[in-house]
C-alpha cells in the first residue's frame, strides 16, 4: 500500500466495507439487525440460515467490518448493528458529478 494515494486508499475501504454487506446471509444479519435491537446469537441462527460454524464466521466478518457491535453476556453473545451503519454505508457508495450536483440544487 506504499505510495497508495489518500483516495485509492479510500476506495479499498469502501470496497471492503461494501463486500461485507454483499453476501446474502450478511446482508439477512444486517437487515433482522436493522431495527436496533440488541439480540442474542441464538436469535440469529435461524435468520442465517446456516450452520453454526458458518453463522460465526459471518458475524466476525461483520465485526471486523464495523457494521456490528457484539457483547458477551456469560456464555451468549449479543449483537446490535453499528449506529451508524447507514451514513458509512452512503459514503462508501460512489458519488457522480450529475449525483452530486443534484444533491446541492435539492438544498
Known amino acids: 500500500m506504499a505510495g497508495q494515494t489518500f483516495l485509492e486508499a479510500d476506495s479499498v475501504a469502501a ?12 446482508w439477512r444479519l444486517l437487515v433482522f439487525l436493522a431495527d436496533g435491537v440488541t439480540r442474542c446469537v441464538c ?24 457494521l456490528v457491535r457484539a457483547v458477551r453476556r456469560g456464555t451468549w453473545v449479543d449483537y446490535t448493528v453499528a449506529s451508524d451503519l447507514p451514513e458509512r454505508l452512503h459514503r462508501a457508495l460512489p458519488v457522480t458529478e450529475h449525483a452530486a450536483l ?3 440544487a435539492a438544498r
Open 15 to 26: 470496497a471492503y466495507l461494501l463486500g461485507a454487506v454483499a453476501n446474502p446471509v450478511r
Open 43 to 66: 436469535e440469529l441462527q435461524p435468520i442465517a440460515g446456516v450452520t453454526t460454524g458458518l453463522l460465526s464466521y459471518h458475524l466476525r466478518v461483520l465485526r471486523e467490518a464495523g
Open 102 to 104: 443534484g444533491e446541492e
